[in-house]
């Protein structure tokens, strides 16, 4: 068990909430085939001498109510603590409450924004916020395989924790070969438990369904790796509708290098940039960066990323703060930190388009002030 959990133990509900969860993995591991047809996924343990589990569930779900989804987000959010700080919270007294409050507004005394808006609401308010935010559970889903009309449409998700490395879980050796077999460049190692699965999502057919995903699959070196790095294959396979993100984001830095970009490093831009000192703005080149280009007007950046052909919106995550951004595909992160100027969040969108052969996750961050940035995010 990752040491982040042990950190955790001291509180009344936690092992209640481990039980809980342990007796619906055991349920669905075996509670026989009666009625429902049912499809098997695997939990592939972070810790090497705990041999992957194969688990089985009922498809009576779908897409919209999904057993693998569900019960991958139930045990991510134990593992995080949440169901710990949401029992923490139902249990509490007047008088815990209070403090529990107050403690809370000490955290957000740092941010003054945060604070001003807290500051006129009552301390059950205040605690149902952190209740609501808590009470949400969920994870990162990661494409191994995307479908595709070459690869029937079949794909393969791996369900990890959200903020697993903040969470100070070790190293899944496992997984993150398994990413490495499917074909993907991988930038940072898989943390934590995983739980991979299979389906076909057919659109124009209308089918979604959840496909068997076994022991035997887990294997790096399983017929399903090799298909997956194949042109078609889903995976990531080089210049093919499947090639991987990583290898797409390098592959457009080393043809927009032409052999020869100048890079540059000053102390207040991103370590990346081509030298351009119009900085993209009002018809100016866009600046190329690592991880894509960028430009901007007076009002708007627009940054554009590369990605796999296959890419649908499902897979991008997008997540806009007052002064920060954060963007993942596939469950890759391309790229997180702050922004150079606060940007107005509700006008701030991301869309997927095609340029001709390549397929671009295009993001627009609305300016507050109406000045020329230096750099878009480090």
């Known amino acids: 068990m990752p040491p982040a959990i042990d950190r955790r133990r001291d509180h009344d509900g936690w092992t209640a909430s481990i039980a809980s ?10 509670t026989p085939f009666q009625a429902m047809p049912s499809f098997r996924f695997v939990k592939i343990p972070a810790d090497n001498a705990l041999p ?16 693998l989804v569900k019960a991958a987000k139930e045990y991510f959010f134990v593992l995080s603590g949440s169901a710990a700080r949401v029992e923490q919270i139902d249990a509490a007294g ?9 403690q809370i507004r000490l955290q957000l005394s740092e941010s003054p924004q945060a604070a001003a808006r807290v500051k006129e609401l009552s301390d059950d308010a205040v605690l149902q916020i952190i209740h609501s935010s808590q009470s949400a559970a969920a994870c990162d889903i990661s494409a191994l395989t995307v479908p595709l009309q070459a ?15 903040a969470h100070a879980l ?28 299979r389906y076909k999502d057919d659109e124009i057919a209308d089918i979604w369904q959840r496909l068997d995903f076994t022991v035997a699959d887990a294997d790096s070196g399983a017929d399903w790796c090799r298909q997956a790095r194949k042109k078609g294959g889903g995976g990531g396979s080089g210049k093919s509708a499947a090639a991987s993100l990583g290898n797409l984001v ?13 890079v540059m490093d000053t102390s207040g831009g991103a370590a990346g940039a081509t030298a351009n000192t119009g900085f993209g703005a009002n018809g100016a080149a866009p600046v190329q960066e690592v991880w894509g280009t960028w430009t901007q007007t007076n009002d708007e950046v627009e940054l554009k990323f590369t990605v796999a ?18 963007v993942s595909v596939a469950g890759q992160v391309l790229l997180q930190g702050a922004t150079f100027d606060l940007v107005i969040t509700d006008e701030s969108t991301f869309t997927l388009q095609d340029e001709g052969d ?4 295009c993001i627009t961050l609305a300016k507050t002030e109406q000045r020329t940035w230096a750099w878009t995010v480090r």
């Open 94 to 102: 007047p008088t815990e409450r209070q403090a529990m409050a107050a």
């Open 250 to 262: 390098q592959k457009t830095q080393q043809q927009g290098a032409g052999g020869g970009m100048q």
């Open 21 to 30: 969860l342990l007796i619906f993995l055991l349920h669905t591991t075996h």
């Open 52 to 67: 992957i589990e194969e688990l089985i569930a009922d498809t009576a779900g779908g897409l919209t109510d999904d057993a």
């Open 170 to 197: 070790p190293t899944n050796p496992r997984a993150t070969a398994l990413v490495a077999a499917a074909g993907h460049a991988v930038q940072t190692d898989i943390v934590g438990d995983v739980f991979v699965g």
């Open 151 to 165: 690869n029937d449409f079949i794909g393969v998700s791996m369900y990890v924790a959200q903020d697993g490395v």
């Open 309 to 326: 052909t296959g890419t649908k919106g499902k897979y991008c995550k997008v997540l806009f703060g007052r002064q920060t951004l954060k």
């Open 358 to 361: 390549i397929k671009e996750l």
